[in-house]
T-cell receptor
Framework: SQTIHQWPATLVQPVGSPLSLECTVE??????LYWYRQAAGRGLQLLFY??????ISSEVPQNLSASRPQDRQFILSSKKLLLSDSGFYLC?????????FGQGTRLTVV | SQQGEEDPQALSIQEGENATMNCSYK?????LQWYRQNSGRGLVHLILIRSNEREKHSGRLRVTLDTSKKSSSLLITASRAADTASYFC????????????FGGGTRVLVKP
């Protein structure tokens, strides 16, 4: 069966520090991969979308970047975090239309 | 900008009542899906309806799709306290590269 792993669950980082959030998928091949951000009480904002290794679409100009070094690995990064980067980050995968989500990472930039 | 927008933003009902929420979108779609999110967790897929379908059922859930109005509704019948969550619609469309985009969600509170 397919599973998705996203870690860490919570993270507190100082302003200006780097960020690396990792997401891995098991049990499927060539998935579409997503990074979303969710502000408190709000909807999901699509940050990055990938249809294959090295193929990444950036949806929103921002302080973040994404990489897909392996078929089932998706990494969200920042060189220098801003206070506005705080939020709940969700990784998801899909093969057909239905998406499967990780449990999310709550990032607080202080 | 978000493709889907849910209405209402929040809904409070008594256990046993039905809960109805709506989703509107802007462009032609391939599929529309509904997801549920418990506080602080990931989203869980509930139901998918294709653009050529008008209604689907899954247990206590009923989804309708009106492509002429670019809208969908999710009905939860005989609600339970455990249905308390946020509900999101999501769409994918050829014009948007088949990416899955979400609305702002409806927060549902079912009081026991």
């Amino acid at each position: 069966s397919q599973t998705i792993h996203q870690w860490p669950a919570t993270l507190v980082q100082p302003v200006g520090s780097p960020l690396s959030l990792e997401c891995t998928v098991e049990g499927t091949s060539n998935p579409n991969l997503y990074w979303y951000r969710q502000a408190a009480g709000r909807g999901l904002q699509l940050l990055f979308y990938s249809v294959g290794i090295g193929q990444i679409s950036s949806e929103v100009p921002q302080n973040l970047s994404a990489s897909r070094p392996q078929d089932r690995q998706f990494i969200l990064s920042s060189k220098k975090l801003l206070l506005s980067d705080s939020g709940f980050y969700l990784c998801a995968w899909s093969v057909l239309a239905e998406a499967f989500f990780g449990q999310g990472t709550r990032l607080t930039v202080v | 900008s978000q493709q889907g927008e849910e209405d209402p933003q929040a809904l409070s009902i008594q256990e046993g009542e039905n809960a109805t929420m709506n989703c509107s979108y802007k462009t032609s779609i391939n599929n529309l899906q509904w997801y549920r999110q418990n506080s602080g967790r990931g989203l869980v897929h509930l139901i998918l309806i294709r653009s050529n379908e008008r209604e689907k059922h899954s247990g206590r859930l009923r989804v309708t799709l009106d492509t002429s109005k670019k809208s969908s509704s999710l009905l939860i019948t005989a609600s339970r306290a455990a249905d308390t969550a946020s509900y999101f619609c999501a769409t994918d469309a050829w014009a948007a590269g088949n990416k899955l985009t979400f609305g702002g969600g409806t927060r549902v509170l079912v009081k026991p």
